[in-house]
Structure formats: C-alpha cells, structure tokens
C-alpha cells in the first residue's frame, strides 16, 4: 500500500469544513435566533417608540411639560447622581482591598457584596421598609427626630445604592485582581506615595473599566423600578421617579404620556448599549472577562 | 545567627502597599450599612414568625397560588430561555453572518432597559388590541393578563442569563476536539450530541438557575402584562407590596423569606453544579 | 501556503515532515487527513483517489498536538470512541469493544487506566491515550501533528522511543510533523524537509544530513558557516587555497561554501584557509565550541573536542575538511 500525495491541476470538490454544521442547518439556526430575538428583544423596543410617537410630535412633547413628569426626571437625576458617585467610592476601596491583598475570609465578603444581585428588587425595597417603616426597626427613632426615610427622597436613593451595590466592586475585581500588584510595587520603590500610585498607575489601568460600569450602574439606578416602587410612596411632583412615573400614567391610560417618559430611558438604554458595546469591542482586554452583566 | 521572630497572628499578609486599612473599613462599613443590615432586619422579622408563622403565611391560598404561579411559569420560561438562549448563543459565536455584532449586543437589551418599560411595552404588544396579541387572538389564545404574559416577560428578562452563560464556553470549546471526532468517524450529528453539548452541560444549567432565580424575583416587567388577577395571574413579588401597602409587614416578610430560601437553594444547586463540575472534568 | 509537490508515502514506514513553523507541514498533514482542503491536487491511498472522501470515511488515525481528548469521557470511552461511532451494521460488539481497548492499553503500558479522566493523567499518559484512541479504528495510515510538543524535555524522549518501539511493533504507515531535527532525524525511516510551502528534500536521516539538497535544507539540519569560495577544476577553492569539496556539475566561479562547525580544523596559520583570532571559548558536555574572530571582523564557530585550550586572543589557523555547494 501506498499513500501519495500528488497536487495536480484537476480542481477537487471541496467538502465543507469538519468542524461546521451544513449550510442549511446553519440557515435555519441563525434565522431561529435572529427571529427569536427580533420577536422577544427589538419589537417590544420599537413599541416603546412607536406608541409614544402614535400621536405626533407635539403630543409626544407634550408629555415633558408637564410638571410632574419634570419633577420626575429632576428626582431620577438627583437619584443617580448620589447612588453613582457612591457606588464608585465604594467599588473602587472595595476593589483595592480585595484585589491588592491576602485575607482569609476573601471569598466569603466577594459573595456578600454580589448579595444584592440575587434579590428581588421588591425584597430589596421590602428590607429599607422593616428598618425605617413606622413599625420598622428604627422606625420610632426616625419619627421622633421629624426624618423621613421611606416615602421620601432617603428611602429611594438607599433602595437604589442597594440595588446597584455590586456593579462597580464586581467589574473592579476581577480586574485588578487580573493586573496584580507589581506595577504598584514598582511605583512605590520609585518613590511615589501611595495615592499618587494609586492615581498615576491604577487608575489608569482600570480606567475602562471604571467607565463600563459606572455606565452599567446609572442605566441601573436610572431605570429601578421594583424596589424604588417599595419605598417610594408614589407621591406625584416628590417621590417619583421616571419608572415610577411611567407606571402612574400608564395605570392612568395616558399611554402617549407613558410612552413618551418610557421612550426616554430607553434612549438611555440604548446609548448605554452602544457605549458599553463600543467598550466591548474596542478595549476587551481592559475589561475584567466575563463580568458581562 | 538569625534571630527567628516570634511567629504572630496576622490577618493579612504583609504587603507593602498601603491602604489596606482605609479601604477594608470602608468597603466592609457600606458593605454592613447598605446590605447586611436590612437584610438581618428581614431575617430577625422572619425568625420572629418562626417557621410555623411562614408556613401559616404560605398556607394562605391566595399566597400558596401566587408562589405556585411565580415557580412554576418561572420554570417554564427559563427552560424556554435556555433552549433559545442556546441556539442564540451557537448561532453568535460560531456563525459568521452581516450584523452579528448587533445582534450580540442586542442580546443585553433586558439589562439595560428599565423593567418597568418592558413591562408596558410587553403589555401592549400581547393585548388583545396588540400588535402581536391580536393574531394570537385570531387563533384563539390570550396572552396578556393571563400566565402566558407572565411567562413571556419571564422569558425576555431571563434570555441574557441563558445566553451570556454558555456563550464564553461555546467559544472557548476546541475545534481539534470536534476535528478529533471527525476523524475517528463520527458525522456531525454525532460530534455534537457526544463530544460538544455534554461538556456545556452545567453552563446550561447555571444559565437556567440564574433565569429562573431572575424570573421568580422579577417585578416591573410582569406587572402590567400579568392583569394580576388573584388565583389566576398574581406574581408572589406582587403580593409583596401588597402585603407592605397593607402594612402587613410580617406576611411580606414571610413571602419573602420563602423567595429567598428558593432563591438561596437555586444558588446553592449552581456552586454544586459548577463544584462537580470543576472536579470532574477540570472546567467549569 | 502549499506549493506543487509529490510526495509518495511507502507502506509501512515512519515518515517524519521537518520544517520551521509556517512551513506548511501541519497543513499537509490536515489535508492528508482531509481536515483541510487543498485548492488542487488529489490525495491518494494506495491508488484510491480519496480527495473528495469527507475526513470520516478516510480511515486516518489523527493525533492532535494538544491530544484533543474529551474530558468528559473516561480513558476507555475515549479510545472506544471511534468503534461505537461506526454505523449498527459496522460496529463490533461491546465485548470485542471492551477486549480491543483492553488491548491498546496495555500496548500503551496504561493497563489499569480504563477508568480514570482525561484531567487525572499527565501529559505523557495523555499523549499515549491519544494515539491509543487514534490506532483503535484501524487507521490505514497515522497520522501525528508535533506529537511530542506540548511536553517536557525528559518525557519527549522516552515518549520518541516508546513510539519507535510501536511501529516497529505494529508496522503502521505513520507520518508525523515536527521542527525539531533531533526527534526527526532520530525516529524517521525517512525525512522529509519542508520550507515556506515547498518540499525541499526527501529521504533517509542520512540521505539528508550528507547530501542536503539545498542550502535551506542544510542551514535547518544544523549550525553552518558561509564563505564565499571560488569552483575552478571541479574543485572549491578558499582564500587562493584548494579545499576537499568537490565542486558541483555546472558551478563555475564565484560561489558559497557552506561549512558545518565540525568540518574545521585549528591548523598553522601558513597552511590555513581561514585565519583569525580566537575571541572566545565555550565547554560543554566534552567538546568545545570557539568563536573565531576573522581580519574583517566576522565571527567563525569551530567545534573541537575538549582538548587544548584556546585562550582569547591567540592567532589560528583554520583548514576546511569538509563542506556544502549549492547550483543556483
């Protein structure tokens, strides 16, 4: 027996690759996912937009002026720019404890700080309620002293660091954990301090990251809606916010109205989307792997 | 001659870079503020029920029928979410095809867009004057206000886990492991079913605990589609509030509790899955 | 990139394909295999035309560089794994499945391994199981990709003579790919040397070490010197001098000699063909390598026994016993 292997000018068939399935397999999947999606993803989307544009332009608009809906977007701002800023701190010092030292118990205080992921958002509004209710824990301590908490602007910013607690800490993690020590190190033999290590070669390195999910925390604190809808109260013109907002109008019939308000967080969904995409794509390996959600 | 220290408890290892201090007190300070104490609140309201006073709670048949309904349309759509989420998930990383991109950032829209507006937006497509509810109508079927519209939020909320779990190890699997079956004349088929699916086995299974853990918590986007009719289409979430606007502080906390001990037990059945799975194969 | 070649593989032998990475050896060996397809030509098996035959219906037995076992298999369903692949009608029954894993492990010496996992054995135990599992369907010819490159230097070689030992044993048509010339050089009945896509030479170890067909062929076999010589008479000539080196059919003139390390000899500077300097020295394992520093300032290696020392600085003399010339 003898195998040779001759290349002559008689051009051979090509069988498909070995490692694919046959083209119309292939057809038949991509066009299940692309329906799927399209039905379940992109159609409720282009609803929100659709229905809030059912009417025209100047009713669309209309729905902004409104003083309520104002006072909704202010509030949703306010929210955001106290429960962002917090995380961030929090995150980052999280991060630099966890990931630039050995302690026992590390793993354990990882899980805890994940814990807000794997609660319904209404338990995650319920719990501020037991601590701060009239007949919570420190309830009568509250009301005595004149502070409200839940039904007031307190109760939602806390629900909302609540439920956003983990998104900065877990993308930091993994990340700096990724990049070690040894840069740092580096910097404090050259003789930097610690905070201008910290500044000059940290940050730097985490940078996209920091970016990625400070953006994925505020689409978050933005658009909660099960928790802050726990403590809120829904007082209009004071304790709500956009989603809440959306709610309210819509349980009303104002479907135009609704999904006017509703059009403009998914606006902010989509520009999120498209930056955390661009992010994805353009600076993966600055990004802590598959930390994708 | 080296003098040996005299060897001293340390709680980390030493390390020469600073901050250690500052940063540990105030991670662990937010960390007992923000979370651990409102949960210990929960837990010290549900303690105080004991296990006879949730039993009580669940026993209820308005609360036995919601947790039934929250379970069990939560199970059917995360084993829906699973098997389209895989096929999405085969499709992106192994398929090459215009606007994949898209498509695969598409995939995270139940993320980032606020519950609150799916809900409504699901709502109105699947009512009965809805652009997809009508047809549905035509062949007889009602989705909206009935446990079908429940299970389709369900399923739109929990399709990201499905797909973002199996999709990293889809596109790790090694091509010479399925050309290996190739050439030890296995057809395609074959490959597949024996050599590529079994090992993606416990993702699969960690995507569908993660959905339906997200399915049985999941508020805003269910609300406005269920109708919420008592018996019939109310989510145990739900029942949440409306135990809170009652101020019926301890049947919501012993709702919840349940909520959490499946939730927890979910959690609990993923570690094992990915534990066995680590020691078995040597992959998660 | 392949360019045209014909290469006959004899029945029975053990075929080693040598080149740098890029060569295109590993992409010869797919399309043997029938993982990859060539744009032309025509894969034969003893006379068969099997271009067109999808990789399942080759009959190749495939080892893969990293094994490309499957890990959720134990050792015994791995290597059982092409038998049961086979259509009902084909497939042996379980017991004669059962007996011929039993046999190939204890041709592999891994005899009380049925059980265990993939992620339980070493590198070594892998690489076995591999070729155990690729020899389990009876492959009219084997087929290995850098068998041995994933592992460590000791087990590299008692794995080289354990597979000699097999295919002297079993008398398997085998070919492998790799680039490193030892193990080639060591393990083939004969080479075949591969360049930029190009089938440079075959033929036995020796075949190749002392007739290289080309100058690429020789620089990858080996360390080698160039010089430029002069072929005059049939001779090669160096520096005015006359050298052993017989000078091709057709090459007349200027020329390059190409000369291996041990092919030099320190000689009085007055009956040398080279001359320099001696600038350094290195021992190692009984033989000593000397860089030799030339009038125009290029460097000469010379391998000697470790015998007299050469101090730095010391004038030499260096005489060409031996050497390579190229036409072309």
Same mark, same amino acid.
């Given at each position: 027996?003898?195998?040779?292997?001759?290349?002559?000018?008689?051009?051979?068939?090509?069988?498909?690759?070995?490692?694919?399935?046959?083209?119309?397999?292939?057809?038949?999947?991509?066009?299940?996912?692309?329906?799927?999606?399209?039905?379940?993803?992109?159609?409720?989307?282009?609803?929100?937009?659709?229905?809030?544009?059912?009417?025209?332009?100047?009713?669309?608009?209309?729905?902004?002026?409104?003083?309520?809906?104002?006072?909704?977007?202010?509030?949703?701002?306010?929210?955001?720019?106290?429960?962002?800023?917090?995380?961030?701190?929090?995150?980052?010092?999280?991060?630099?404890?966890?990931?630039?030292?050995?302690?026992?118990?590390?793993?354990?205080?990882?899980?805890?700080?994940?814990?807000?992921?794997?609660?319904?958002?209404?338990?995650?509004?319920?719990?501020?309620?037991?601590?701060?209710?009239?007949?919570?824990?420190?309830?009568?301590?509250?009301?005595?002293?004149?502070?409200?908490?839940?039904?007031?602007?307190?109760?939602?910013?806390?629900?909302?660091?609540?439920?956003?607690?983990?998104?900065?800490?877990?993308?930091?993690?993994?990340?700096?954990?990724?990049?070690?020590?040894?840069?740092?190190?580096?910097?404090?033999?050259?003789?930097?301090?610690?905070?201008?290590?910290?500044?000059?070669?940290?940050?730097?390195?985490?940078?996209?990251?920091?970016?990625?999910?400070?953006?994925?925390?505020?689409?978050?604190?933005?658009?909660?809606?099960?928790?802050?809808?726990?403590?809120?109260?829904?007082?209009?013109?004071?304790?709500?916010?956009?989603?809440?907002?959306?709610?309210?109008?819509?349980?009303?019939?104002?479907?135009?109205?609704?999904?006017?308000?509703?059009?403009?967080?998914?606006?902010?969904?989509?520009?999120?989307?498209?930056?955390?995409?661009?992010?994805?794509?353009?600076?993966?390996?600055?990004?802590?792997?598959?930390?994708?959600? | 001659?080296?003098?040996?220290?005299?060897?001293?408890?340390?709680?980390?290892?030493?390390?020469?870079?600073?901050?250690?201090?500052?940063?540990?007190?105030?991670?662990?300070?937010?960390?007992?503020?923000?979370?651990?104490?409102?949960?210990?609140?929960?837990?010290?309201?549900?303690?105080?029920?004991?296990?006879?006073?949730?039993?009580?709670?669940?026993?209820?048949?308005?609360?036995?029928?919601?947790?039934?309904?929250?379970?069990?349309?939560?199970?059917?759509?995360?084993?829906?979410?699973?098997?389209?989420?895989?096929?999405?998930?085969?499709?992106?990383?192994?398929?090459?095809?215009?606007?994949?991109?898209?498509?695969?950032?598409?995939?995270?829209?139940?993320?980032?867009?606020?519950?609150?507006?799916?809900?409504?937006?699901?709502?109105?497509?699947?009512?009965?004057?809805?652009?997809?509810?009508?047809?549905?109508?035509?062949?007889?079927?009602?989705?909206?206000?009935?446990?079908?519209?429940?299970?389709?939020?369900?399923?739109?909320?929990?399709?990201?886990?499905?797909?973002?779990?199996?999709?990293?190890?889809?596109?790790?699997?090694?091509?010479?492991?399925?050309?290996?079956?190739?050439?030890?004349?296995?057809?395609?088929?074959?490959?597949?079913?024996?050599?590529?699916?079994?090992?993606?086995?416990?993702?699969?299974?960690?995507?569908?605990?993660?959905?339906?853990?997200?399915?049985?918590?999941?508020?805003?986007?269910?609300?406005?589609?269920?109708?919420?009719?008592?018996?019939?289409?109310?989510?145990?979430?739900?029942?949440?509030?409306?135990?809170?606007?009652?101020?019926?502080?301890?049947?919501?906390?012993?709702?919840?509790?349940?909520?959490?001990?499946?939730?927890?037990?979910?959690?609990?059945?993923?570690?094992?899955?990915?534990?066995?799975?680590?020691?078995?194969?040597?992959?998660? | 990139?392949?360019?045209?070649?014909?290469?006959?593989?004899?029945?029975?032998?053990?075929?080693?394909?040598?080149?740098?990475?890029?060569?295109?050896?590993?992409?010869?060996?797919?399309?043997?295999?029938?993982?990859?397809?060539?744009?032309?030509?025509?894969?034969?098996?003893?006379?068969?035309?099997?271009?067109?035959?999808?990789?399942?219906?080759?009959?190749?037995?495939?080892?893969?560089?990293?094994?490309?076992?499957?890990?959720?298999?134990?050792?015994?369903?791995?290597?059982?794994?092409?038998?049961?692949?086979?259509?009902?009608?084909?497939?042996?029954?379980?017991?004669?499945?059962?007996?011929?894993?039993?046999?190939?492990?204890?041709?592999?010496?891994?005899?009380?391994?049925?059980?265990?996992?993939?992620?339980?054995?070493?590198?070594?135990?892998?690489?076995?199981?591999?070729?155990?599992?690729?020899?389990?369907?009876?492959?009219?010819?084997?087929?290995?990709?850098?068998?041995?490159?994933?592992?460590?230097?000791?087990?590299?070689?008692?794995?080289?003579?354990?597979?000699?030992?097999?295919?002297?044993?079993?008398?398997?048509?085998?070919?492998?790919?790799?680039? !490193?010339?030892? %193990?080639?050089?060591? &393990?083939?009945?004969?080479?075949? $040397? +591969?360049?930029? #896509? *190009?089938?440079?030479? =075959?033929?036995?170890?020796?075949?190749?070490?002392?007739?290289?067909?080309?100058?690429?062929?020789?620089?990858?076999?080996? !360390?080698?010197? %160039?010089?430029?010589? &002069?072929?005059?008479?049939?001779? $090669? +000539?160096?520096? #005015? *001098?006359?050298?052993? =080196?017989?000078?091709?059919?057709?090459?007349?003139?200027?020329?390059?000699?190409?000369?291996?390390?041990?092919?030099?000899?320190?000689?009085?500077?007055?009956?040398?063909?080279?001359?320099?300097?001696?600038?350094?020295?290195?021992?190692?394992?009984?033989?000593?390598?000397?860089?030799?520093?030339?009038?125009?300032?290029?460097?000469?290696?010379?391998?000697?026994?470790?015998?007299?020392?050469?101090?730095?600085?010391?004038?030499?003399?260096?005489?060409?016993?031996?050497?390579?010339?190229?036409?072309?």
């Amino acid at each position: 027996m003898s195998e040779g292997l001759a290349l002559s000018r008689a051009a051979a068939a090509r069988p498909r690759s070995v490692t694919s399935e046959g083209r119309a397999v292939r057809w038949l999947l991509t066009g299940i996912a692309i329906l799927f999606l399209a039905l379940f993803l992109v159609l409720p989307l282009l609803t929100v937009f659709a229905q809030a544009l059912s009417r025209g332009w100047a009713a669309y608009f209309e729905a902004f002026h409104e003083p309520d809906a104002q006072a909704a977007i202010r509030l949703t701002l306010t929210v955001a720019a106290i429960s962002v800023p917090f995380n961030l701190v929090f995150g980052v010092a999280a991060a630099w404890a966890i990931a630039k030292f050995e302690f026992p118990g590390k793993s354990v205080l990882i899980t805890l700080i994940d814990l807000p992921f794997s609660v319904s958002p209404v338990v995650s509004g319920m719990i501020y309620v037991l601590v701060f209710g009239s007949q919570g824990l420190f309830g009568a301590f509250f009301i005595e002293h004149g502070i409200q908490i839940i039904f007031a602007v307190p109760g939602i910013v806390l629900a909302t660091i609540f439920v956003t607690f983990p998104f900065i800490a877990r993308e930091l993690i993994p990340l700096m954990q990724e990049q070690g020590t040894a840069e740092e190190e580096a910097a404090l033999t050259l003789g930097a301090s610690g905070w201008h290590a910290f500044r000059t070669v940290t940050l730097p390195n985490i940078r996209w990251g920091l970016l990625y999910s400070v953006l994925l925390c505020n689409a978050r604190a933005m658009g909660e809606f099960g928790a802050v809808s726990v403590v809120s109260g829904h007082i209009r013109g004071l304790t709500n916010t956009l989603p809440l907002h959306v709610e309210i109008l819509y349980n009303e019939y104002n479907f135009v109205g609704a999904f006017a308000v509703a059009s403009l967080l998914a606006g902010l969904a989509l520009v999120t989307l498209v930056i955390k995409s661009v992010l994805e794509w353009r600076y993966a390996g600055d990004l802590a792997a598959g930390a994708r959600h | 001659m080296v003098a040996t220290p005299q060897r001293r408890f340390l709680f980390r290892r030493p390390s020469v870079i600073p901050g250690f201090g500052l940063t540990f007190g105030y991670a662990l300070t937010c960390l007992s503020l923000i979370v651990l104490l409102p949960l210990a609140a929960l837990v010290a309201k549900a303690s105080g029920l004991g296990l006879d006073g949730i039993w009580e709670v669940a026993r209820d048949p308005r609360v036995a029928s919601a947790l039934r309904i929250s379970f069990g349309v939560s199970l059917a759509a995360a084993l829906t979410a699973s098997v389209f989420g895989f096929v999405v998930a085969w499709v992106l990383t192994r398929y090459r095809f215009p606007g994949r991109k898209v498509v695969d950032a598409a995939v995270d829209l139940p993320f980032a867009l606020p519950t609150a507006v799916a809900g409504i937006a699901l709502a109105s497509l699947y009512a009965p004057n809805g652009l997809i509810g009508a047809q549905l109508a035509k062949v007889g079927i009602q989705a909206a206000y009935t446990p079908l519209g429940i299970f389709i939020a369900m399923v739109f909320i929990g399709l990201p886990f499905a797909v973002r779990t199996v999709q990293p190890l889809i596109a790790e699997i090694d091509k010479e492991v399925e050309e290996a079956s190739a050439t030890l004349g296995a057809t395609r088929g074959m490959t597949l079913v024996r050599v590529v699916l079994p090992p993606l086995v416990p993702a699969v299974l960690t995507g569908f605990a993660l959905a339906f853990a997200r399915g049985v918590g999941e508020y805003g986007s269910i609300i406005f589609i269920a109708g919420n009719l008592p018996y019939v289409s109310e989510i145990a979430p739900l029942l949440i509030v409306i135990k809170l606007s009652e101020f019926d502080y301890a049947g919501a906390a012993a709702i919840a509790t349940i909520m959490l001990g499946i939730s927890f037990l979910t959690l609990l059945a993923i570690n094992l899955i990915q534990a066995w799975s680590r020691r078995r194969f040597g992959y998660v | 990139m392949l360019h045209d070649f014909h290469l006959d593989v004899r029945a029975g032998e053990l075929l080693g394909l040598l080149g740098p990475s890029g060569s295109g050896k590993t992409t010869l060996l797919r399309i043997i295999a029938g993982l990859d397809f060539p744009d032309r030509g025509r894969v034969l098996f003893g006379g068969d035309d099997a271009t067109g035959l999808p990789v399942q219906q080759r009959a190749v037995g495939f080892v893969f560089q990293h094994y490309a076992l499957f890990k959720h298999m134990s050792v015994a369903d791995n290597i059982a794994y092409g038998l049961n692949a086979r259509k009902r009608s084909e497939r042996p029954g379980r017991a004669e499945i059962r007996r011929r894993v039993g046999d190939l492990l204890d041709l592999i010496k891994l005899s009380g391994f049925a059980d265990r996992y993939p992620s339980q054995l070493s590198g070594g135990q892998r690489q076995r199981i591999a070729l155990a599992r690729a020899l389990a369907v009876e492959p009219r010819v084997l087929l290995l990709d850098e068998p041995f490159g994933a592992l460590d230097a000791q087990v590299r070689k008692d794995l080289r003579r354990w597979l000699r030992e097999i295919h002297d044993r079993t008398g398997q048509t085998t070919i492998f790919v790799t680039h !490193d010339q030892d %193990e080639a050089l060591e &393990l083939s009945d004969r080479v075949a $040397v +591969l360049d930029k #896509g *190009r089938l440079e030479q =075959v033929g036995t170890p020796d075949e190749v070490q002392d007739r290289p067909a080309s100058a690429t062929v020789l620089k990858f076999l080996g !360390d080698s010197i %160039e010089l430029e010589a &002069l072929a005059e008479g049939g001779r $090669v +000539l160096v520096d #005015g *001098r006359p050298t052993p =080196v017989a000078a091709p059919r057709g090459v007349i003139g200027p020329t390059r000699l190409h000369v291996r390390p041990w092919q030099l000899q320190f000689v009085e500077p007055a009956e040398a063909h080279l001359t320099g300097t001696v600038r350094a020295s290195h021992r190692s394992q009984g033989r000593q390598r000397i860089e030799v520093e030339r009038p125009d300032g290029r460097l000469v290696v010379v391998e000697d026994f470790d015998g007299e020392r050469y101090a730095a600085g010391r004038p030499v003399g260096l005489r060409i016993n031996g050497g390579y010339v190229f036409a072309g």
